[in-house]
């Protein structure tokens, strides 16, 4: 396939629940957007200990569009989402969850914001904290506070992962070669034309967090 406009790239750990959800869901907005035969999936298969591997398997099967990575053991998101970057061949690459909190529907505006507002990014934050869990809320302010006394680059208290990029944003990215990755501080880090996108707070689809409390504490 020549290079596509669109890869959307989705990190994977234990998600045969919700990848079938989320690759409805972004066949439709791809249709909206007209480019279903111009986009690609890369799926990262994060050590899933479930049925996720051979569902990416199958669907790569009977979609040439479909791509992915397999981990030989769970590496987390940071890991997951440098490979499907590393991997990603589109102009435009998006970021996105496989539970569906990060809305395909965005992607239409964000798209063009990069490709007709002259900006290198679409990001998206939420706009509130409802339906989280106190004490999750209470550590995560503590910390975006923390991070802002720290650090020079401002870390948006309540960005999501979920980012459009352009190719030289993305290349910026992936430039950085630090192993031991922290995303939220990269993005902001590599500067560029950043645009906001605020919406209120998705539940899952289906399945469970696979950042429980304490694996979020100690990252
Ligand atoms: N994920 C991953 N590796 C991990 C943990 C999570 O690839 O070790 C993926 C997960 O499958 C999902 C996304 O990262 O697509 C966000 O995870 P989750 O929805 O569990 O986090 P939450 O939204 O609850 O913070
Ligand atoms: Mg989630």
């Not at 972004?26 to 996720?52: I, K, P, Q, W």
């Not at 990575?69 to 998006?94: I, M």
């Not at 004490?135 to 302010?141: D, G, H, I, L, Q």
Request: aromatic residues 12%; contains cysteine.
């Amino acid at each position: 396939m020549n290079k596509p406009k669109l890869s959307l790239v989705v990190p994977c750990f234990n998600e045969e629940e919700t990848i079938p959800a989320f690759y409805a869901e972004a066949n439709r907005v791809l249709g909206e957007m007209s480019l279903s035969e111009n986009a690609e999936f890369v799926f990262v298969d994060d050590g899933s200990t479930d049925g996720t591997l051979s569902l990416l398997e199958t669907l790569a099967e009977s979609d040439s569009r479909v791509h992915f990575v397999s981990f030989s053991r769970n590496f987390g998101k940071e890991a997951a989402l440098y490979a499907g970057l590393s991997k990603a061949r589109g102009t435009f690459t998006a970021l996105l969850d496989a539970d569906l909190q990060d809305p395909p529907s965005l992607l239409p505006e964000m798209l063009n914001s990069l490709e007709n507002d002259g900006f290198e990014c679409a990001a998206t934050r939420r706009a509130t904290r409802k339906n989280e869990p106190p004490v999750r809320s209470f550590f995560a302010r503590l910390f975006y506070k923390i991070m802002a006394k720290m650090s020079d680059v401002p870390v948006v208290d309540g960005a999501r992962d979920f980012r459009l990029m352009s190719e030289s944003y993305k290349n910026a990215v992936l430039s950085l070669c630090e192993r031991n990755r922290f995303t939220k501080g990269i993005f902001p880090w590599v500067g560029f034309k950043t645009k906001w996108f605020s919406y209120e707070n998705i539940e899952r689809v289906a399945g469970k967090t696979k950042c429980p409390f304490l694996k979020l504490f100690l990252y």
